[in-house]
C-alpha cells in the first residue's frame, strides 16, 4: 500500500513538472488540479469510506487524491521557477568576463568527456575586487575529472552566456533555455576556469542521501559487473 501511495505522489509531481515544462495552462490549470484531489479525497472520506473497513481505507480515492494533489504541486514548482525573472546583476554581466563563487546545487551529471555541473552562485567578484552577494544558479561544463560533488564550493571564472536553443540531429527545435530555465537555470558560464575550494556545502540531508545512493550503486557494480 505505502509503496502504491508513493508512486502516486513521485508520479504525479513529475508528470506535473514535464507538463509545466512543455506548455503553459496558467495557475488555474494548477488550481484545478489541486481542488480535484481534495474533491476526490473528500468523496473517499466521507462517501465511501463507510463501505469499506478502516484497513481497506478507500485505496482508489487515497490514490487519486494524492495523484493529482503531487500533479499540482510539480507544476507549481516548475512555474514558479520559470516565470522567476533572471538576477539582473548577472544579466548585465552577459557577454562579459566574470568571477563568481557557490558551490555544486544538484548531482553532478557525469558524461564520457565532460560533466555538467549546476552551481547556486553566491559571491560575485567585482573589477576591482569587491565581492557582491548574488543568488541565481548557472550551468557549467567541466572536464570529467577530477570528479566533483554535491556540495563542493567551487571559485569558477569564465564568460556569461544565455543558453540558446538548437537543433538536434533530426531536425527538430529544441528550446534548450526553457529546459534549463525549468531548473532556475537562467545562465551558462563558458570557457570556464575552476578552483575546488571545500566540501560538504549545500544541504548536509541532501548530500548525505546522494552519498548513500552512490554508495549503494557502487556496491551493487561489484556485484553485479557490466
Keep these: ?5 508513493l508512486s502516486a ?13 512543455v506548455a503553459d495552462f496558467g495557475l488555474a490549470c494548477i488550481w484545478f488540479a489541486l481542488l480535484l484531489g481534495g474533491a476526490i479525497g473528500a468523496w473517499g472520506y466521507y462517501t465511501v469510506r463507510p463501505r469499506f473497513s478502516r484497513k481497506r ?10 495523484f493529482f494533489a503531487a500533479l499540482a504541486l510539480g507544476m507549481l514548482r516548475t512555474h514558479i521557477a520559470i516565470t522567476e525573472p533572471p538576477n539582473p ?3 548585465a554581466r552577459i557577454g562579459t568576463h566574470v568571477n563568481v563563487a557557490g558551490f555544486v ?13 549546476t552551481i547556486q552562485l553566491q559571491k560575485l567578484t567585482e573589477e576591482g575586487g569587491a565581492l557582491r552577494p548574488v543568488h541565481g544558479r548557472v550551468l557549467v561544463v567541466v572536464p570529467p575529472f577530477p570528479q566533483l560533488a554535491y556540495g563542493d564550493s567551487l571559485e569558477i571564472t569564465g564568460e556569461l552566456q544565455k543558453p540558446k536553443n538548437f537543433t538536434d540531429e533530426t531536425g ?5 533555455a526553457a ?9 551558462e558560464i563558458k570557457r570556464t576556469k575552476i578552483e575546488f575550494v571545500s566540501s560538504h556545502g549545500g544541504n548536509r540531508l541532501q548530500g548525505a542521501l546522494f552519498a548513500l545512493k552512490n554508495t549503494f550503486l557502487e556496491h551493487i557494480g561489484r556485484i553485479i559487473p557490466e
Design 105 to 117: 546545487a544538484t548531482e553532478p551529471d557525469e558524461r564520457e568527456t565532460s560533466t555538467r555541473l
Design 57 to 66: 481505507l478507500c485505496r482508489p480515492a487515497l490514490f487519486a487524491a494524492l
Design 9 to 21: 505522489v513521485l508520479g504525479g509531481f513529475f508528470l506535473g513538472v514535464i507538463v509545466r515544462s
Design 1 to 5: 500500500m505505502r509503496r502504491i501511495l
Design 179 to 187: 529546459y534549463l530555465v525549468k531548473d532556475g537555470i537562467h545562465f
Design 172 to 176: 527538430r527545435a529544441f528550446n534548450y
Design 89 to 91: 546583476l548577472l544579466a
